[in-house]
C-alpha cells in the first residue's frame, strides 16, 4: 500500500525559508514499469486544498501555481523515493497545512481530484 509521509513544516518568518520533504513507501518509483508524479498542495483554514507544484516523471518538468512561481521549487530523487519542496521568501499567505500527493502512471495534473495517494500533512506558518 502506497504511504506518504511529509516532513519539514514549522513556524517562520516571514522572509525565510523551509523545506518540506515526502517519503514514499509502498511502491518502487521504478518498478516493473510504473511511474508517479508527484505534487505539493496546501490547505488553509476555511479554504479549500490548493495546487502549489507539481514534478513529473520521465522529464522532471515543473509546473508551479502562480502564487508560488519564483519562490518554490519542487524536485525529486526517485532513488530515494522523496519528493522535496524547498520554500524560499515566505510570506504569511503561504501559511497552511502542505499535503504531498501521488498518481501511478500520470501526466502531471493541478486538480487535487486527479490524485488518489496523499500523506498527512504538514503545517506551514509563516509570522509576518
Known amino acids: 500500500q502506497v504511504q506518504l509521509v511529509e516532513s519539514g513544516g514549522g513556524l517562520v518568518q516571514a522572509g525565510g525559508s523551509l523545506r518540506l520533504s515526502c517519503a514514499a513507501s509502498?511502491?518502487?518509483?521504478?518498478?516493473?514499469?510504473?511511474?508517479?508524479?508527484m505534487a505539493w498542495f496546501r490547505q488553509a483554514p476555511g479554504n479549500e486544498r490548493e495546487f502549489v507544484a507539481v514534478?513529473?516523471?520521465?522529464?522532471?518538468?515543473?509546473y508551479y501555481a502562480d502564487s508560488v512561481k519564483g519562490r518554490f521549487t519542487i524536485s525529486r530523487d526517485n532513488a530515494k523515493n522523496m519528493v522535496y519542496l524547498q520554500m524560499t521568501n515566505l510570506r504569511p499567505e503561504d501559511t497552511a497545512v502542505y499535503y504531498c500527493a501521488a498518481e501511478r502512471n500520470a501526466g502531471p495534473s493541478r486538480r487535487a481530484r486527479d490524485y488518489d495517494y496523499w500523506g498527512q500533512g504538514t503545517q506551514v506558518t509563516v509570522s509576518s
Open positions: 509502498g511502491w518502487s518509483l521504478d518498478n516493473y514499469g510504473d511511474y508517479y508524479v
Open positions: 514534478v513529473s516523471w520521465s522529464r522532471g518538468t515543473t
